[in-house]
């Protein structure tokens, strides 16, 4: 069960948010925006965990863009917590800063790594989870990874097959993670499913910092030695220049792809709750609650604003804020108005939000990014 | 020709204009929209026969709550010369109405007949058409309308069959009326413009004053004899309060089917010009200039506000007024912003526009009607 003192939090709350425009904005990405309840993502991420790592032991990874408001939506987490990435660089270097940071405060630490932005529909069976895969990485020498059950030969997804059982923590089992797959085709993603022993990589995973970091060490050495010149500076004025001196230079690589790809010692714990990352609004729009014909509608927060006539229409996705949607005859279809845009794309389609997001870039339109 | 000085126009601008919602809207009726120009379609309409009629000879039939921002539009028309109707009951009282007061002030008048709110692509020859229309209509005792030559198989449309030719007015063929036909079906609408002797039915007319008001009597006694009520008040301070009293029991009927059809002396002159009543928003996005791929766009009229960005997108009718309109992988879409609300819908469904009002309506959601 482990230890409560010895567990800490890393939060990655770096991402842009392009998936969601116009909804979300450069500086304003989807772990601000309250899509999946009436809170934002960071905020429903840090107080689902909050009885297990209180949120003075969460760290959140963020850039400097995003620090402010997401200080504001989770003021519960200190603000000398907030980890601020000069630039973007993936997964690894943001788990590599946080991981020092833990280590500082715990060499014998067990970090718990969580996007801020996925979708977790049962709360308690994801506490019973974490709790398993600390205790497991508190006694064994493993990277664990969370391994959801797939529901459905998701193609959006990175697969783990799993390998030999290592044992049960808590009556959930534990397995060693044998190859992690890319996002795969249908055709694979079904195989996949029909094997039953495919896990989705939901990229929230447990660890004890030293495991961590010597992983780093062994398989991204020139990471591992532009963080070593951090350490002596850690939470001192200098860390800031530091940061911003390193962190361009880095190369910018996932977790997945560097480390735990390579390495031997990966277990897989099987995820006690259902999951999504929410990765586009066709997503978003099987999670919503629907109307009798399928659609998931969202009208405007403000009294008789962003309201919505949706007639004949099916299995749409419509977003409401300032002004009336009316919608005759649409079926499978996104419609949103967020700030100053509207979108309307086929829902098939929605993950090309960032094409627009490119034009409105070689347009010069920054006042719609 | 015509002695110009006894040629009158009576224009019809009492449309409630809820083909083009949200643009039009109750109080901002489609003749008020700059929808085929950059001017309003009153405008269009008065300014396309001033040379022919000047503006202090039209007469304007219209609701009490267009009245003033008609006269706005069109200030040219004296403001004594708008006619207002307590209700609107179709296009024979509208047009009895105006054919007093074009009565009263001579006898011997011709009356010009013309809807607000259509679309005529060419100028000369519409002006040569009612010209010699006007030519016929002074010599013989005839109704005439005038007659459009089908471009396509348009179900939207009346249409009426010619019958024997009467003779030529300045080169421009004229028939006797044979047959009035209600919207047909497509294979019947294919008919039509095979057999050759059909024309769509304009709404557009001509006629001597009195020949008119004879018709009425004859077949709208009703009618005639409620106005003749009217006639020794015409001009008073009487005249408002009469009208009030007469209109609303009035059988709302259009001159067509309550005269037209039934007469045996109407005539159609064959129109020299293209033509379209601009019924929807599919009737608009023939007539607006399109891009490659055959979208018709219009951008907001202030720089920056309500841009189109249409990425892999085809024969889509998109307005922007406010915000940035964005679209991925649209067909035949119409997508329409204009002041509080959005219209989502496809092509062939934008005539249902009306089922978005009868919604509103029905919800009470007047601040978008």
Known sequence: MGKRGRVY???MAGGGGTRFWPWSREKRPKQI??????RSMIWETVERVSHFIPPEKIFIVTSRSQ???LHREVPQVPKRNFLVEPVGR???PCLCLAALHIQKLDPEAVMVALPADHLIANRSGFLRTLKAAVGFAEKQNFLMTLGVRPTEPETGYGYIQKGETLGRMNG???FRAKAFREKPTLAKARVYMRRGDYFWNSGMFVWRVGIF??????????LYGEMM???AFLGTSREVALLKKIYPHLQPISVDYGMMEKADNVALIAAQFSWSDVGSFAALGKIWPKDKKGNALMEGKQAGRGKILAIDSSGCLIRGEEKLIATIGLKDMVVVEAGNAFLVCPMERSQEVRRVLQELRGKGWKQHL
Chains 1, 2 share one sequence.
């Open 9 to 11: 939090g890393a939060i």
């Open 33 to 38: 925006l309250p899509i999946i309840s009436n």
């Open 67 to 69: 620090a402010k408001d």
């Open 90 to 92: 993936n997964t690894a």
């Open 172 to 174: 959930i089992p534990v």
């Open 213 to 222: 970091l010597a992983a780093a060490e062994k398989f991204l050495p020139q």
């Open 229 to 231: 010149t951090l350490r």
